[in-house]
C-alpha cells in the first residue's frame, strides 16, 4: 500500500505492506519421564554405560574435542 499522506518532505513515498497470519493450532508434544520409573533408571543405566567407555584422555585439539562432543550427543541421544 502506498500513504502519500505520510510522504513528508521527501519525494518518497512510504509503502507498507501488512502479512495476516493465520491462526493455526499447533500440536505441542511435550515427553517426559517418570522419576523412579522403570523407564528413568533404563535411561540413566544407558547414559552411565555410554559415559564409562567414553575416552577422554587425547582431548587436546579443538577438532579432538568437537569429536568428543559428539560423541557424547550420541550417547544421550541413544539413551
Request: a positive charge.
Amino acid at each position: 500500500m502506498l500513504y502519500p499522506e505520510i510522504q513528508k518532505p521527501s519525494n518518497h513515498v512510504p509503502l507498507i505492506i501488512k502479512i495476516g497470519i493465520k491462526k493455526i493450532n499447533i500440536d505441542i508434544n511435550i515427553w517426559t519421564i517418570g522419576k523412579d520409573s522403570k523407564e528413568e533408571k533404563n535411561f540413566i543405566n544407558s547414559i552411565t554405560k555410554g559415559i564409562m567407555i567414553f575416552d577422554t584422555a587425547n582431548i587436546n585439539l579443538k577438532e579432538t574435542l568437537e569429536n568428543a562432543v559428539q560423541q557424547m550427543s550420541t550417547i544421550i541421544n541413544n539413551a
